[in-house]
């Protein structure tokens, strides 16, 4: 699952290493609270569940509510 975070594939799917650490914060901490996971465990850790989830496009950045423009829709910069 480690494997995963070695590839940009997840990265750029939140728009960032920032924007995802904060997302894998965020949802860690929601399961350490109770909130149950969107994926099979099969014995993984919570952080593993994370990272599938993000995968799986189970969770995402609420781009709207965040005012953090999405990926792809950011100007360029000079």
Do not use: C, H, Y
């Amino acid at each position: 699952m480690i494997e995963a975070l070695k590839s940009d594939t997840i990265v750029d799917k939140v728009g960032g290493r920032f924007k995802l650490t904060a997302l894998i914060q965020r949802r860690l901490a929601e399961l350490i609270d109770g909130a149950r996971p969107l994926v099979e465990r099969n014995g993984r850790s919570d952080f593993e569940v994370v990272i599938e989830e993000i995968l799986q496009d189970k969770i995402t950045i609420d781009w709207d509510a965040s005012n953090i423009p999405a990926p792809g829709t950011e100007p360029k910069r000079r």
